[in-house]
């Protein structure tokens, strides 16, 4: 719940609400705020969160391992560190899908961007970013200084803000 829908769908909202067209849609580049965003309020504003911020740790290791490893090399890297056979299984795919050759070195390297993006946003948070800017739309870090922010913005209460709650 914490990263679809007080990450995704919370933003999503936000973006509708924004008087200029441009910001009422996904910008170019925002992915990576959006997942690290959503991976932030999992990781560390949600019950279990120390659960899931050590498995995005070893998520990101794996894309590493991946990169240069089969699949089995990648999938007994994540049952050697705790995961159970399924969620292996689950994240060594999501690491090697679209390789028609899966024993060979490679990875999809979008799963990189939760946790490098989470990185980040986590920065912006504790450097005292403006959170009601990071909740305004689809939108990068490196596009917030050109977004309004619009009236009656939704940000979920996981976070702990001055303005409407979710």
């Known amino acids: 719940l914490a990263h679809e829908i007080d990450g995704h769908v919370v933003r999503a909202i936000n973006a509708m609400k924004q008087e200029r067209e ?3 849609n996904p910008l170019p580049f925002y992915i990576k705020t959006e997942e690290g965003l959503a ?6 504003c949600a019950e279990g969160g120390a659960l899931s911020l050590k498995h995005h740790a070893i998520k990101y290791l794996g894309g590493y391992i991946a990169l240069h490893n089969s699949f089995r090399e990648v999938y007994n890297f994540f049952i050697d560190n705790g995961f159970t056979p399924d969620l292996a299984f689950q994240r060594t795919f999501r690491l090697k899908r679209g390789f028609m050759d899966t024993s060979a070195p490679g990875v999809f390297a979008r799963e990189a961007i939760y946790y490098e993006g989470m990185l ?4 912006y948070i504790e450097e005292k970013g403006d959170l009601q800017k990071l909740f305004a739309g689809k939108v990068g870090l490196s596009h917030l200084p050109f977004v309004s922010i619009t009236k009656n913005i939704v940000i979920t209460k996981r976070i702990h803000s001055p303005t409407q709650v979710l």
């Open 22 to 24: 441009v910001f009422q």
């Open 39 to 44: 991976s932030y309020l999992g990781d560390y």
């Open 120 to 123: 980040e946003v986590k920065k």
